[in-house]
């Protein structure tokens, strides 16, 4: 079975700090990988995603997650932090019920940007 | 540009009334999800449905039912509400086809129960 685990609910950097949210991951067969960030008050909104293409995925906003299959994780980073990067943040990978596709998601991890 | 749109931002009710979260996408997915997100749980799976009138309980049903009566449209009912289920519910929507089952979320509903 499927499942996600975030390291940390809540982060704290200043501004202009890395950013690094920690994602592993369990999957019985190839895992799809996927960041989505909730602003306050709003939905989800992806970020970037993994489909095997490449280990290194850029997504929006500045931020990128590297997919590395022996440490089972896939972490997200951003070189410098804004303060308009303080939201909350999901990792998810590709699951199933019965026979529908469906989404694992972490519990999430909330960033917090100090000025 | 993708769309997935729920009827109210914000919602106040009372317990005991039955209350109706819709939630309509413009993307002609199959699959349809109603989730609610709690402080510390993350997003739980309460229904999803893979086609018109079809549903299945996801992780946290008790409580609520849904209906799909046309492919873009989703609802979720509170047949009698209550205060434990004030929180943020969030419908979603995928393509059945893709082999990723990326989900698209709409805006989110608050909903207080007093």
């Known amino acids: 079975a499927q499942s996600v685990t975030q390291l940390g609910s809540h982060v704290s950097v200043s501004e202009g700090a890395l950013v690094l949210l920690r994602c592993n991951y369990s999957?019985?067969?190839?895992?799809?990988l996927f960041w989505y960030v909730q602003y306050p008050n709003q939905g989800l909104q992806l970020l970037l995603k993994y489909t095997s293409a490449a280990t290194l995925v850029k997504g929006i906003n500045g931020f990128e997650a590297e997919f590395k299959k022996s440490e089972t994780s896939f972490h997200l980073t951003k070189p410098s932090a804004h303060m308009s990067d303080a939201a909350e943040y999901f990792c998810?990978?590709?699951?199933?019920?019965?026979?529908?596709?469906?989404?694992?998601f972490g519990k999430g991890t909330k960033l917090s940007v100090k000025p | 540009d993708v769309k997935v749109t729920q009827s109210s931002r914000y919602l106040v009710k009372r317990t005991g009334e039955k209350v109706f979260l819709e939630c309509v996408q413009d993307?002609?997915?199959?699959?349809m999800f109603w989730y609610r997100q709690d402080p510390g749980l993350g997003l739980r799976l309460i229904y999803f449905?893979?086609?018109?009138?079809?549903?299945e309980k996801g992780d946290i049903p008790e409580g609520y039912s849904v209906s799909r009566e046309k492919k873009e449209r989703f609802s979720l009912i509170l047949e009698s509400a209550s205060t434990n289920q004030t929180s943020m519910y969030l419908c979603a929507s995928s393509f059945q086809g893709s082999i990723y089952n990326e989900q698209f979320f709409g805006p989110g509903t608050r909903l207080t129960v007093l």
């Open positions: 993307m002609d997915h199959e699959n």
């Open positions: 998810a990978v590709n699951g199933w019920r019965g026979s529908q596709g469906n989404l694992i």
């Open positions: 449905s893979y086609d018109v009138k079809m549903k």
């Open positions: 999957s019985s067969v190839p895992p799809y």
